[in-house]
């Protein structure tokens, strides 16, 4: 292991071990996924790319491709995994022919297809996948696993560079500020960038690291029939060992949410088993999924551990509380867990609240929580109100109690509000959009 990050990392022995063992675990999760045996992670170093884990290949070799290559222009220059043909002993890449070192460091790596890591503008590095067994071609679910694994791979790159400048540039605290600047950028395009219009349902949500980088997850999933996924969760531990972990979470979540045949619980549960292989011991993850049904105002959702959520439901003058228990234990202590799908009927004018307990853990100069009875007397005191309006509000009253001190956990919230009239309103845009077509 020659490239840049591995020397780095000989200054910290537990970082390095840390980091090679959270690739070589995520490589191996890949093969297993897509009965590929021959996968190799290259990595940026200087003027070149070096091997930094591989599965099936000889490691008593040298791989690496400079900078300059074709082969690496062309990977810089598109997004989409490129593939790798061998026709009468010549390689060709995206159909252009590859001859001399190039051509030989790719038959080693036994290259069939590659795809590009970019972060922060510029190719972190590249995966080098071999043939599937029995030689069977790449199905498009096989493109799509690995475009959504693709980022935050890069992400865990990113990150791993950074741990690195951290144990050996601690002194330089202006580069370093910069350095977890870039990180949280490459981390905020994992979190969701909009809003998916659905009928009937008001919704919101914020996150904010504690340490520039967050181990708390949200994502929106836009599912078929006009339903809509929401994930929320949050992995133990702070800061970027937190936020890799979470950056699997939520490739896992993303690339599974496409087998339609799984329920929720059978998802979770094969969640579950995918980040008990990936994770460090005694690392986990609180993880609530849910799915809504805009037709019949149906949720349902597993909850694996996670802080309850609540729904808050008129009942005479006042609103009657109703906690989403959990449904199965925390993802990734246990190698194999059972998760229960429950549902719930959402009633006109309920608000549904789900949020990671570093907001209900802000504490003040004095060393008190601001605690679930206040987040619940702000969310009831303003019911009637928008949902990005309760968002604002509550954050407001925590940042109000915390009356300055430090945060030291991560702060997720989601709010949703059953609204008849924002179903009407979403026709009538549909309506409107079918006319001016």
């Given at each position: 292991?020659?490239?840049?990050?591995?020397?780095?990392?000989?200054?910290?022995?537990?970082?390095?071990?840390?980091?090679?063992?959270?690739?070589?675990?995520?490589?191996?999760?890949?093969?297993?996924?897509?009965?590929?045996?021959?996968i190799s992670l290259l990595v940026h170093s200087a003027d070149r790319y070096e091997l930094a884990?591989?599965?099936?290949?000889?490691?008593?070799?040298?791989?690496?491709?400079?900078?300059?290559?074709?082969?690496?222009?062309?990977?810089?220059?598109?997004?989409?995994?490129?593939?790798?043909?061998?026709?009468?002993?010549?390689?060709?890449?995206?159909?252009?022919?590859?001859?001399?070192?190039?051509?030989?460091?790719?038959?080693?790596?036994?290259?069939?297809?590659?795809?590009?890591?970019?972060?922060?503008?510029?190719?972190?590095?590249?995966?080098?996948?071999?043939?599937?067994?029995?030689?069977?071609?790449?199905?498009?679910?096989?493109?799509?696993?690995?475009?959504?694994?693709?980022?935050?791979?890069?992400?865990?790159?990113?990150?791993?560079?950074?741990?690195?400048?951290?144990?050996?540039?601690?002194?330089?605290?202006?580069?370093?500020?910069?350095?977890?600047?870039?990180?949280?950028?490459?981390?905020?395009?994992?979190?969701?960038?909009?809003?998916?219009?659905?009928?009937?349902?008001?919704?919101?949500?914020?996150?904010?690291?504690?340490?520039?980088?967050?181990?708390?997850?949200?994502?929106?999933?836009?599912?078929?029939?006009?339903?809509?996924?929401?994930?929320?969760?949050?992995?133990?531990?702070k800061g970027l060992s937190a936020a890799l972990l979470m950056s699997s979470l939520h490739s896992?979540?993303?690339?599974?949410?496409?087998?339609?045949?799984?329920?929720?619980?059978?998802?979770?549960?094969?969640?579950?088993?995918?980040?008990?292989?990936?994770?460090?011991?005694?690392?986990?993850?609180?993880?609530?999924?849910?799915?809504?049904?805009?037709?019949?105002?149906?949720?349902?959702?597993?909850?694996?551990?996670?802080?309850?959520?609540?729904?808050?439901?008129?009942?005479?003058?006042?609103?009657?509380?109703?906690?989403?228990?959990?449904?199965?234990?925390?993802?990734?202590?246990?190698?194999?867990?059972?998760?229960?799908?429950?549902?719930?009927?959402?009633?006109?004018?309920?608000?549904?609240?789900?949020?990671?307990?570093?907001?209900?853990?802000?504490?003040?100069?004095?060393?008190?929580?601001?605690?679930?009875?206040?987040?619940?007397?702000?969310?009831?005191?303003?019911?009637?109100?928008?949902?990005?309006?309760?968002?604002?509000?509550?954050?407001?009253?925590?940042?109000?109690?915390?009356?300055?001190?430090?945060?030291?956990?991560?702060?997720?919230?989601?709010?949703?509000?059953?609204?008849?009239?924002?179903?009407?309103?979403?026709?009538?845009?549909?309506?409107?959009?079918?006319?001016?077509?």
């Open positions: 292991m020659h490239a840049e990050i591995a020397l780095s990392l000989e200054q910290d022995a537990t970082l390095r071990a840390a980091a090679r063992a959270m690739l070589e675990k995520s490589l191996r999760w890949l093969s297993r996924s897509l009965h590929i045996e021959q884990c591989a599965t099936a290949v000889d490691h008593r070799r040298e791989y690496e491709l400079l900078e300059k290559s074709s082969v690496i222009q062309r990977l810089k220059a598109h997004e989409e995994p490129l593939s790798v043909a061998w026709v009468q002993g010549k390689c060709y890449v995206a159909g252009e022919l590859v001859e001399g070192r190039d051509a030989v460091v790719l038959s080693a790596l036994g290259a069939r297809l590659l795809v590009g890591l970019p972060a922060s503008g510029r190719l972190s590095g590249f995966l080098s996948l071999g043939s599937k067994t029995g030689d069977e071609p790449v199905a498009p679910a096989d493109l799509r696993l690995l475009q959504g694994v693709a980022p935050e791979m890069a992400f865990a790159l990113e990150s791993c560079r950074l741990r690195v400048a951290l144990a050996a540039e601690s002194t330089e605290r202006q580069k370093l500020e910069w350095e977890l600047g870039v990180a949280r950028e490459v981390q905020e395009r994992l979190f969701p960038l909009g809003l998916p219009l659905t009928p009937g349902l008001d919704h919101y949500g914020v996150w904010r690291a504690a340490r520039g980088v967050s181990g708390d997850y949200l994502d929106y999933l836009e599912l078929p029939e006009g339903n809509l996924g929401v994930a929320i969760g949050d992995v133990s531990g896992m979540v993303r690339a599974l949410s496409l087998a339609q045949h799984l329920s929720l619980g059978d998802l979770v549960a094969t969640i579950n088993k995918m980040f008990f292989r990936v994770s460090p011991d005694n690392c986990y993850t609180t993880l609530f999924l849910a799915r809504f049904d805009p037709r019949e105002n149906r949720l349902h959702y597993v909850n694996a551990g996670h802080e309850p959520p609540f729904v808050l439901r008129r009942a005479g003058s006042g609103r009657r509380l109703i906690p989403l228990e959990p449904s199965g234990p925390v993802i990734g202590i246990l190698r194999a867990s059972p998760y229960r799908e429950e549902v719930i009927t959402l009633q006109p004018d309920d608000v549904l609240v789900a949020y990671t307990d570093g907001v209900a853990e802000v504490t003040n100069p004095a060393g008190e929580e601001w605690g679930n009875r206040r987040l619940l007397a702000t969310v009831e005191a303003h019911c009637e109100r928008r949902a990005r309006e309760i968002v604002a509000q509550v954050m407001i009253d925590a940042d109000a109690f915390a009356a300055g001190a430090p945060q030291f956990d991560d702060m997720t919230l989601w709010v949703a509000r059953v609204d008849e009239s924002e179903a009407d309103s979403l026709i009538e845009v549909v309506r409107a959009s079918a006319c001016a077509a």
